[in-house]
């Protein structure tokens, strides 16, 4: 049995999710899904693999779910993506690895205690007027928030402290948010996320739209070299970011719980299915991944 993880908020499959159950079963893989917090750990752990697509809750308590990701490697589970990467992806200070590797990222600065001094003070070293202050671990916008020199009233509790401070991106609001989804490391699809009028968060709790977009292939490449940078390909992936006229920007890298609109793409829930067959050894030969690496 192929366990997926899910949250309490949404208990049922997503139109995402259901394309993947669906793409699994047809594979023979007997697949379904469970709460990650409600259910006991060695039911994932007896799974044949746990895939923590639908974690979307973890941001209240990190910690837990760090907690939980090491109890099922500690009880053998078949995590994927593996836990290492998980572990990883979950500090957003990774951004500071993609910046150090010379890829463009937002200027980020990581503020192990985010007190007003310590942000008013990289504020005004780097010259901005507007920042945005996030949690160094969390999810889907929360704790999320924009803050200016010439407001200084906003709680830093909201972000609980270890905090990135980065640069904020004006062009947001206009260009939206561009998402790839990767397959075993194979460009799938691109779904670019519409903002509200005035609203700079591309978060679904905060509106957006997703359209389905074609784009180019420096695009691709340019999504592709954050990839490069890990030890080793992920299962999945989805890499978010500013696709400007000049080059792409990397906003965020996820390797835990995307949204892969698979809904948006046909053929693309098959081929996720496909792929993670061949990690269990349980490939039909009919079965492979469409498309070129990039």
């Known amino acids: 049995m192929i366990l997926i993880a899910t949250c309490n908020d949404y208990p049922h499959p997503t139109p995402n999710l259901a394309a993947l159950l669906k793409a699994l079963e047809s594979l023979g893989l007997s697949a ?9 750990p060695k039911v994932f752990a007896d799974a044949e693999a746990v895939l923590p697509l639908c974690c979307w809750d973890y941001h209240d308590d990190p910690a837990r779910f760090e907690n939980w990701i090491g109890d099922l490697e500690a009880r053998g589970a078949r995590l994927f993506n593996p836990p290492a990467m998980l572990r990883w992806n979950l500090r957003k200070t990774y951004l500071l690895e993609m910046a150090e590797a010379g890829l463009a990222v937002p200027r980020t600065f990581h503020l192990p205690d985010a007190n007003h001094r310590a942000v008013e003070e990289r504020m005004q070293q780097e010259g901005w007027q507007s920042a945005v202050l996030k949690p160094a671990s969390g999810q889907s916008g929360h704790g999320v928030r924009k803050v200016e020199r010439a407001d200084n009233t906003w709680p830093v509790d909201a972000v609980k402290r270890d905090a990135l401070l980065q640069e904020f991106q004006p062009d947001i609001s206009d260009l939206g948010e561009t998402t790839l989804t990767f397959i075993d490391g194979v460009f799938s699809h691109a779904v670019r996320r519409i903002l509200k009028a005035g609203e700079w968060r591309a978060n679904e709790q905060h509106g957006i739209t997703p359209e389905r977009v074609d784009v180019s292939p420096e695009v691709i490449a340019a999504a592709s070299r954050y990839l490069a940078l890990l030890p080793e390909t992920p299962l999945y992936a989805r890499v978010d970011g500013l696709a400007r006229a000049d080059g792409f920007m990397l906003m965020e890298l996820e390797l835990i719980e995307p949204y892969l ?12 299915a496909a ?20």
């Open 261 to 272: 609109y698979c809904e948006f793409a046909p053929g693309s829930a098959e081929n996720f």
């Open 32 to 40: 379904t899904h469970h709460p990650w917090k409600q259910t006991a």
């Open 275 to 294: 792929a993670f067959a061949r990690r269990l050894n349980r490939q039909s030969p009919s079965q492979a991944v469409s498309g070129s690496r990039s």
